[in-house]
């Protein structure tokens, strides 16, 4: 579905029209220039890839700065391809911005956790722990067996434990977009979106 990338700038509140205080996220989003058009053939399937944040030409790799060149559009940070069913309304160089989207509806937004470095499993992944009394010293934060005895004798894979947390690609669905502000390209997003402040979103509108 179409959609646009955008940074992550912040929360903030604001009430809504029933009087209760929500949680909003505040996204820049696009303006997102249209580098290619992918209508089929040879690809096998109609898309279109879009960049945001203008970058000088030298800062990305030799291939990439062909891509910008061919298009006649100017260098970008990033590119994203949005499949979508009809790309005849579109045309290179055409910009997409926050007026795609509506307030009222939903979206889905994806991007990058927060890195936690290493963690214990209860940090990690929820545990509860170990008993606290009955003699327990040292088990307040320990994951408890890992089931090697004399059957497995051996830990399976993805068994949870500790390890690095954070720093992976993580979606968010469905949430609501409460307000579009076109003059400063904003999007208000109801709820939390992945990553920290200044950190790269792609904000997709929902299939039906």
């Given at each position: ?37 992918k ?5 096998g ?19 990439v ?9 100017a ?22 911005d ?32 170990g ?63 992945p990553?920290?402040?200044g ?10």
């Amino acid at each position: 579905m179409l959609g646009l990338i955008g940074k992550k700038i912040g929360m903030t509140q604001a009430f809504d029209d029933q009087g209760n205080l929500v949680v909003l996220t505040v996204v820049e989003a696009g303006p997102c220039p249209v580098v290619q058009i992918k209508d089929g053939a040879p690809d096998g399937y109609s898309a279109l890839k879009v960049g945001f944040e203008e970058v000088p030409a030298h800062r990305l790799s030799r291939p990439v700065q062909g891509v910008f060149k061919k298009a006649g559009v100017a260098s970008h940070r990033m590119l994203k391809e949005f499949r979508i069913g009809d790309v005849s309304h579109y045309s290179v160089g055409d910009s997409l911005d926050v007026g795609i989207f509506e307030p009222g509806e939903r979206v889905d937004v994806t991007g990058c956790s927060k890195g936690r470095g290493f963690q214990g499993s209860v940090k990690r992944h929820g545990f509860h722990g170990g008993p606290k009394t009955h003699g327990q010293s040292d088990r307040h934060r320990a994951p408890g067996s890992i089931g090697q005895s004399s059957y497995p004798s051996r830990v399976f894979k993805g068994m949870r434990m500790a390890g690095h947390m954070g720093a992976q690609q993580v979606t968010v669905k469905g949430l609501r977009v409460v307000r579009v502000d076109k003059e400063r390209n904003l999007l208000f997003l109801r709820g939390a979106v992945p990553g920290g402040r200044g950190s790269t979103v792609v904000i997709q509108k929902r299939g039906n």
